[in-house]
């Protein structure tokens, strides 16, 4: 049981560049987030999906789109990269929205665009 | 609308000393508070939260947070610092309605001295 995983753990990339991130979560969990982390600004909610093929926005989702085709599975695409996307992104899922029920993190994906 | 404030970025303690971390909230709807403790390069952990009922809340590793309505507050305590404590600290707020949003603090780094 691997709980919440994050690929990939690293990456650099060009201004304008594109990329996806993959989150996977082996709990069969119906909800599915992607946070970003920024120094003195706590975690921010870019997207979440309330089950499979449901995607829906969070605070700050400009520049960032999602896809949940497989109930494990939740994606996180950069179209064109710029470096205010500089930043830590966690990934996290849990078996029903908040407040009852908890959120399972991810280790992190930390992305640095030059 | 909801918001979270952590007092302090940077809390130093000695080890054995009592751990403190502040956080206030504010929210419109009867709130669910929360503490996450995240690790240097790990995912955030649940260490607490207050739904209902006792305001006193029991969480991992001997922290206890306590839910006070008339102050707005849910500070995080332990009576004696360990060194595996260095950590970073979120205090986070959701409310009883169908945002599924997790409102988090900007973080409390809590460094403990030999």
């Known amino acids: 049981n691997a709980g919440v995983t994050q690929t990939p753990k690293f990456r650099v990339l060009k201004t304008g560049q594109s990329m996806t991130l993959l989150c996977a979560q082996d709990?069969?969990?119906?909800?599915m987030y992607w946070y970003r982390q920024d120094p003195g600004m706590g975690l921010r909610l870019i997207h979440y999906?309330?089950?499979?093929?449901?995607?829906a926005k969070g605070e700050v989702p400009d520049g960032y789109n999602v896809s949940r085709l497989k109930k494990q599975n939740f994606l996180l695409g950069l179209e064109s990269a710029a470096p205010s996307q500089t930043s830590v992104y966690f990934c996290?899922?849990?078996?029903?929205?908040?407040?009852?029920?908890?959120?399972?993190f991810g280790p992190g994906t930390r992305l640095t665009v030059t | 609308a909801q918001s979270v404030t952590q007092l302090g970025s940077h809390v130093s303690v000695s080890e054995g000393a009592l751990v403190l971390l502040r956080c206030n909230y504010s929210?419109?709807?009867?709130?669910?508070l929360f503490w996450y403790v995240q690790y240097p390069n790990q995912g955030l952990q649940l260490l607490l939260k207050?739904?209902?009922?006792?305001?006193l809340v029991k969480g991992i590793n001997g922290f206890e947070a306590e839910f006070k309505k008339s102050e707005t507050s849910f500070h995080l305590t332990k009576p004696s610092a360990h060194m595996s404590d260095a950590a970073e600290y979120f205090c986070?707020?959701?409310?009883?309605?169908?945002?599924?949003?997790?409102?988090f603090g900007s973080g409390t780094r809590l460094l403990v001295r030999p």
């Open positions: 929210s419109s709807v009867p709130p669910y």
């Open positions: 709990m069969n969990h119906e909800y």
């Open positions: 986070a707020v959701s409310g009883m309605d169908s945002s599924y949003k997790l409102i």
């Open positions: 207050y739904t209902t009922g006792a305001t």
């Open positions: 999906s309330v089950g499979e093929g449901t995607t």
């Open positions: 996290a899922s849990s078996a029903g929205g908040p407040p009852q029920y908890e959120q399972y």
